[in-house]
Nanobody, 123 residues
Framework: QVDLTESGGGSVQAGGSLRLSCAAS???????MGWFRQAPGKEREGVAT???????VYTDSLKGRFTISKDNAKNTLYLQLNSLRPEDTAMYYC??????????????????WGQGTQVTVSS
């Protein structure tokens, strides 16, 4: 069991930046981690994931603007959001799974989820 708590969301203007954090009750090399988002009326979509050995995967449309990282010593997963656009407005969630093979963007295969942090980008 891993408890996840997101923070760092807020309201920004287009072009701004935010850094989301996900504090985990434990975060060691035994977990695959990821960030997902869900906008009103839309399905949850993958943003970025990180494997046990630090390998990262990004949704192609977000690559270059968003950066995922983790600090095992602080039990924290991060998502740096740069050059934000109104279409980035969504609830952002972090997720974890102990699966042997990291499932990348397949949200249904993640076992633990946080409550989410809201990001709102105005034009």
């Amino acid at each position: 069991q891993v408890d996840l708590t997101e923070s760092g969301g807020g309201s920004v203007q287009a072009g701004g930046s935010l850094r989301l954090s996900c504090a985990a009750s434990k975060l060691d090399s035994g977990y695959c981690m990821g960030w997902f988002r869900q906008a009103p009326g839309k399905e949850r979509e993958g943003v970025a994931t990180v494997t046990r050995d630090g390998g990262t995967v990004y949704t192609d449309s977000l690559k270059g603007r968003f950066t995922i990282s983790k600090d095992n010593a602080k039990n924290t997963l991060y998502l740096q959001l740069n050059s934000l656009r109104p279409e980035d407005t969504a609830m952002y969630y972090c997720a974890a799974t102990p699966r042997f093979s990291c499932p990348a963007m397949r949200a249904v295969l993640y076992d633990f989820w946080g409550q989410g942090t809201q990001v709102t980008v105005s034009s």
